[in-house]
T-cell receptor, first 113, second 111 residues
Framework: KAGVTQTPRYLIKTRGQQVTLSCSPI?????VSWYQQTPGQGLQFLFE???????NKGNFPGRFSGRQFSNSRSEMNVSTLELGDSALYLC????????????FGQGTRLTVV | GENVEQHPSTLSVQEGDSAVIKCTYS??????FPWYKQELGKRPQLIID?????GEKKDQRIAVTLNKTAKHFSLHITETQPEDSAVYFC??????????FGKGTTLSVSS
């Protein structure tokens, strides 16, 4: 079974631009969650999608948004990029019910210059 | 919302010693507590988890304990080996699949 796939692996963007990251979950998994990882703040929850609906949202500004498609693939978008948005963005997929293992992708390394 | 505190932030042990990492959570509705290990440059991987209806769970050299009353849970690694060196994250979840993570513990095992 293929694992969680994130594209692209690396991105360099300029302040003010916007970016879209993609996550393909494990086949059969209906839930995708997104996390921002930085050295100072660790892993911070961004949002969670289940069956195309946002089920939960973390404490991030409205510049961060996401969506999930009918095939469970998910995208997240960051508009008006700031230097502080530089981070590793990880997505995790799971079957969708609480208390089940979340499998992480390898992440997208975003650098904002 | 949920808040997870993790201690210590760094931990250095000799090979063969035990290591203990502790976490506390704030939301009494949380009912799922996984632990992830992240090696340098790699993705986080689940090493053990526990649900709120269980007080302790063990898998070979790794064990997790949960005290619902005190809202804290701990990871115990016995007979540590150099390959146990990594960053360990605890997390809590109250429903759905969103995980709220602690800030991580960097474990160094020297031989």
């Amino acid at each position: 079974k293929a694992g969680v796939t994130q594209t692209p692996r690396y991105l360099i963007k300029t302040r003010g631009q916007q970016v879209t990251l993609s996550c393909s979950p494990i086949s059969g998994h209906r839930s995708v969650s997104w996390y921002q990882q930085t050295p100072g703040q660790g892993l911070q929850f961004l949002f969670e999608y289940f069956s195309e609906t946002q089920r939960n949202k973390g404490n991030f500004p409205g510049r961060f948004s996401g969506r999930q498609f009918s095939n469970s693939r998910s995208e997240m978008n960051v508009s008006t990029l700031e230097l502080g948005d530089s981070a590793l963005y990880l997505c995790a997929s799971s079957q969708g019910t609480g208390g089940t293992e979340a499998f992480f992708g390898q992440g997208t390394r975003l650098t904002v210059v | 919302g949920e808040n997870v505190e993790q201690h210590p932030s760094t931990l250095s042990v000799q090979e063969g010693d035990s290591a203990v990492i502790k976490c506390t959570y704030s939301d009494s509705a949380s009912n799922y507590f996984p632990w992830y290990k992240q090696e340098l440059g790699k993705r986080p991987q689940l090493i053990i988890d526990i649900r709120s209806n269980v007080g302790e769970k063990k898998d070979q050299r790794i064990a997790v304990t949960l005290n619902k009353t005190a809202k804290h849970f701990s990871l115990h690694i016995t007979e540590t080996q150099p390959e146990d060196s990594a960053v360990y994250f605890c997390a809590a979840s109250g429903g759905g699949t969103a995980l709220i993570f602690g800030k991580g513990t960097t474990l160094s095992v020297s031989s």
